[in-house]
Structure formats: C-alpha cells, structure tokens
C-alpha cells in the first residue's frame, strides 16, 4: 500500500501536474496560435513559463519536453507552409523521409540525454542525503558513546590524582607505581576518546571557527609548557621562535592551540633521546603565516608519506601503532578549516618537518548554539597521540 502511494505520488506530483497542464494547453492553443498575434504570445509564455518552473524544480527531462513540444510544433507548421521543392518526385520524398528521420532522433537523443541528467542529480542528491544522515548518525553515535566512557574515565583519574598527591595518606613505593600506571593508562584512554570525538564532529561539519585576536608568542609559549614536562621525561630539547611581525594574528584559539600542541605531541613521540624539537613561526607571502615543527627523529618513510593524513593511518604502525591515528586527520581538517594548507618534509632517521600555512586573518563564521561544546581544557587532546 506505501509503495503504492510513493508510485502515484510521483506520477501526480507537482512535476508531472506542471508539465501536464502545459502540455494541454499547447495542444488546445496550437491552432489558435498562429491566427492571432496575442494568442502566440501567450503559447509562448505557457511554455517558457511552464520549462523554467520545471527546471527550478530540477526536473530537466520535463522541461525539455516542453520544450520539444514547442519545437515540433513550430517546426510543422513552417514545414506545411514551406514550398516544396520540385527536384523530383523519388528524392525529394526520400531526402525529406532522411531529414525528418533525423530531427527525430536527435529530439528523442536530446530528451533521454536530459530525462538521465534528471535521474543522475537525483540520485546524487538522494545519496548525498544518506551520507549527510550516516554522518550525523555515526557522529551522534560516537558523541553518546564517548559520553560515557569519558565520565567513568574522569572519574578514575580523579581519584588516581587524589591518591597520588598523598590527600588520603601516603602511598608507599609500590602502591604509588600502581596508581601511576593507572593515571597513565585513563589519561591515554581519555586522550584517545577526545580525538574519536574531535574527529567525528570535523567528519560531521559540526565543527566551526570563532576567530579573535591572537597573540601566537604567547599561545606558542602555552603549548611548549604543556608538553615541557613530557619531553624533559624523553630528553628532548623545545625550541620555539617567533617573528617579532607576527604580534596577533586573527585565529580560533582553541583549534590553533590544538593544532600546535597534535604537531607537539607527535615530535617528541617520535624523537630519539637527547634530540631536538624546533618550532618556528614566520610570515608567509599574500597575508599569510607560516608554522613549521622540525624534530630529529626517525622520520617517515616515503611509503607513508601518502597515507599521511587519512583518518585512522598509522606510519609507525608496526612498532608504536598505539593510538587512534586521527592526530594528523584532525590537524588537516583544522587547518583547511581556517583556509591555510599543511605540507610535511621528512628523512629517514633524520627528522620530520611539518609546515602549516594559514592567513593572518581567518574568516568569521557563525556559529549555532550549542555546537561548540569542546571546553578549552579539552584542546589538550593527546599528549600521548599516535597521530601519524
């Protein structure tokens, strides 16, 4: 019975009723239309009228129906009011029986080219509006799911934290190494459930940009303090130079320190001991700045350099794939979000350099209550990513 509905609902839809009614009236008005000069214009306007309603409504087949009914209908009454030619009686039926012949097909070609058009943009739109679907499904999915992994993680690294600083009494040896790695592990866990989160929003569009002002020596210094702690643990040197041009920028904060602090992460990560990390900011040509993180590490085989930036891609897969690998995706998104282009140069146990290019002043967007749900501790993503 509902497919029944669906059937005659597009066969006495709003298209078909449109071209219908066109169609009657040229076939009532056709005679008429070419006894008196106002009856013509009103044929023409029907038709025209009647095409561009159709085509706004994107059915392209109909409209060129109308349109061929017109055609056709010109094209005979000029036929039958031409003189025939007198060349002979044998070749001349032939030769008009060949050239009618053509009309016909190329009108019939015209029609199916423009009928298929039709069902392929439909078909496209309607694909389109299953993904857009699938999207916000699979994102709302994974918005729920990291709820509530992320409370109960929360909460034990709360209490870990609380045990640590020796509120509740202190821990001996042992028990403090235990707490520790249990510290450790639910902030890796929480780490990796903010970048499935962070990824889905940007795969969803629900991300969106508030640029400000931004002060980058000061956002830089932020970002080096946060990892300092980690790569002091690694033996890692950081050192961060900007240009004394760039004193503000125009940026979303939030996502530009996100940025820095994934480029961060992963520097230290994939360094060796004793080695060392160089961030850079400059100004770039046509009104843009430049963001470069060179470490010396083992660098990226040319394999992987393809690969780099797809979603859940791993180049040091086989002996550190512990992540989401999302950290680069993430960074890619981000950063065309605010306009600019991401590149990366890198040796083979060498060292990696990742340079980001962004305009000094992104645009303004913006942005729905409620979408923009990431708090600022939240940039804080991973500081133990495996985002490559």
């Known amino acids: 019975m509902h497919a029944l509905k669906q059937k005659l609902s597009r066969t006495f839809g709003p298209d078909s009723l449109i071209f219908g009614s066109a169609v009657l009236f040229l076939v009532f008005m056709h005679q008429m239309a070419f006894e008196d000069r106002f009856v013509l214009i ?91 679907q699938l999207v916000a499904m699979r994102a709302q999915a994974l918005r729920q799911t990291s709820h509530e992994v992320r409370t109960p993680l929360s909460t034990i690294t709360a209490i870990s934290e609380t045990l640590l600083d020796g509120s509740t009494g202190e821990l001996n040896e042992s028990q403090r190494e235990f707490v520790q790695d249990i510290d450790d592990s639910a902030q890796h866990l929480l780490a990796l459930v903010n ?51 760039l004193n503000e920028v125009i940026a979303d904060p939030l996502r530009l320190r996100q940025i820095l602090l994934n480029l961060l992460s992963n520097a230290i990560k994939y360094n060796s001991s004793g080695g060392n990390v160089i961030v850079q900011i400059r100004p770039d040509e046509k009104n843009m700045f430049r963001i470069s993180v060179r470490d010396t590490g083992r660098g990226i085989a040319p394999e992987h350099m393809e690969h780099l930036f797809e979603p859940y891609y791993q180049a040091a897969i086989a002996d550190q794939g512990i992540g989401t690998g999302l950290g680069l995706a993430i960074i ?21 350099m990742f340079t980001i290019r962004l305009p000094r002043e992104a645009e303004m967007c913006d942005e729905p209550a409620g979408e923009r749900t990431l708090r600022p501790e939240d940039a804080v993503l991973n500081l133990d990513l495996a985002g490559v």
Not at 78 to 98: H, K
Not at 208 to 222: D, F, G, I, N, T
Not at 334 to 352: K, R
């Open 42 to 132: 009103l044929y023409y306007l029907a038709a025209v009228g009647s095409a561009y309603a159709l085509v706004r409504r994107r059915a392209l087949g109909l409209a060129s129906a109308i349109v061929a009914v017109v055609t056709a209908t010109m094209f005979a009454q000029l036929y039958y009011a031409a003189e025939p030619t007198t060349w002979s009686p044998i070749f001349d039926a032939v030769r008009d029986m060949a050239a009618l012949g053509a009309v016909l097909f190329l009108t019939v070609r015209v029609l199916m080219a423009s009928y298929r058009l039709q069902r392929e943009e439909k078909q496209r739109a309607l694909e389109n509006q299953i993904q857009e």
């Open 195 to 245: 970048d499935i989160l962070d990824y889905a929003k940007a795969e969803a569009g629900m991300i969106r940009l508030a640029p400000q002002p931004v002060a980058l020596a000061e956002l830089v210094s932020q970002c080096v303090s946060m990892v300092s702690v980690r790569a002091k643990d690694e033996e890692i040197s950081i050192t961060a130079q900007v240009d004394v041009e």
């Open 332 to 352: 890619k998104h981000l950063t065309e979000l605010h306009g600019g282009t991401i590149d990366v140069e890198s040796v083979v146990d060498t060292g990696t």
